[in-house]
């Protein structure tokens, strides 16, 4: 039976301390490995151990230490004086340092992680990713995590100051919903992706550098991956360009052609060929005939003077 567990056995009462919690509490004898500190029964078989690797500073027998308990890899109920740098209730980026068929545990600067249980999850996660976490205290009185950080994550913010329509600003996700993403920047700023400004799959905690598309009257940003719609076209029709080049000069997909066939050949959507022929036809780089597509080629100047007789 694991020590802080209740025991079953006539007349002892169970240890009143829980894993994942911090206590204060006094030391009752000392070894030459550590000290034990006080079970809270007042039976030594269940004083707790604070080996000398776990301590912070020397302590002595009498004195009362704030700890941190957690069950060592035998399931006893240990003791280490180096508390959660994680302050209760705050936001913080922090890593996952693994993950269990029940959740994952969280660096919080103890010797082990703090538990984030699933049910506190937003999307999946992995070891070594880093994501946004709150720490709290559950109904046992153990310390867990939860990604739900929203809110507090607004308390916190600022609104934008010093920044453009077109500016770029970084910063890391500490939300997901519905309607798109959301995150903090090194500033303060709280940006949103909507779904249609994002280009691939965003996790929870990824940086990210965005533009700016609009600015909220409340100083809150409006972000976008994607480029200015300008650098969109003059890349694709770059695409169109180099590809009818190795096709010597012209190009046998058309306005008729499928949406399959334009992805397979040039890596666009059957919208953005469109539009980058469009600009290539209104520029008079390009001709369009019945069956494709050709390059119109630039007139030499003749030099001066070879026109005589």
């Not at 993403?181 to 909507?194: A, D, K, L, P």
Request: proline residues 5%; glycine residues 10%.
């Amino acid at each position: 039976m694991r020590t802080g567990e209740n025991k079953t056995e006539e007349g002892r009462s169970p240890v009143p301390y829980k894993e994942n919690s911090i206590e204060s509490l006094p030391v009752v004898r000392l070894a030459s490995f550590g000290a034990f500190l006080s079970g809270g029964t007042g039976d030594s078989s269940d004083d707790i151990l604070l080996h000398k690797d776990q301590q912070t500073e020397e302590v002595h027998e009498g004195d009362e230490v704030r700890v941190f308990l957690y069950h060592d890899p035998r399931g006893r109920l240990t003791a280490s004086m180096r508390l959660p740098q994680i302050q209760i209730g705050e936001p913080a980026y922090t890593e996952v340092l693994l993950t269990t068929r029940f959740g994952a545990f969280v660096e919080a600067g103890t010797e082990r992680g703090i538990f984030l249980p699933f049910s506190e999850m937003i999307g999946q996660v992995r070891a070594g990713q880093k994501i946004w976490v709150r720490m709290y205290e559950d109904k046992t009185g153990r310390l867990a995590m939860t990604m739900h950080v929203d809110q507090q994550i607004r308390d916190l913010s600022v609104p934008a100051r010093g920044i453009k329509v077109g500016g770029k600003v970084e910063g890391t996700v500490y939300n997901q919903t519905g309607e798109g993403v959301f995150m903090i920047t090194r500033e303060r700023w709280i940006g949103f992706f909507h779904h249609s400004e994002i280009r691939g799959p965003i996790e929870m905690g990824q940086p990210l550098t965005g533009r700016v598309t609009y600015i909220r009257p409340d100083g809150r940003l409006d972000l976008s991956l994607r480029e200015q719609k300008e650098k969109v076209i003059a890349s694709d029709t770059e695409k169109v360009i180099a590809y009818m080049e190795q096709s010597g000069g012209t190009m046998d997909l058309t306005d008729s052609s499928s949406p399959e066939d334009i992805r397979r050949a040039l890596d666009l959507s059957k919208a953005a060929f469109k539009r980058a022929v469009g600009h290539l036809l209104k520029e008079k780089k390009i001709a369009i005939e019945p069956s494709c597509i050709k390059i119109l080629q630039k007139k030499e100047k003749k030099p001066l003077g070879t026109d005589r007789p």
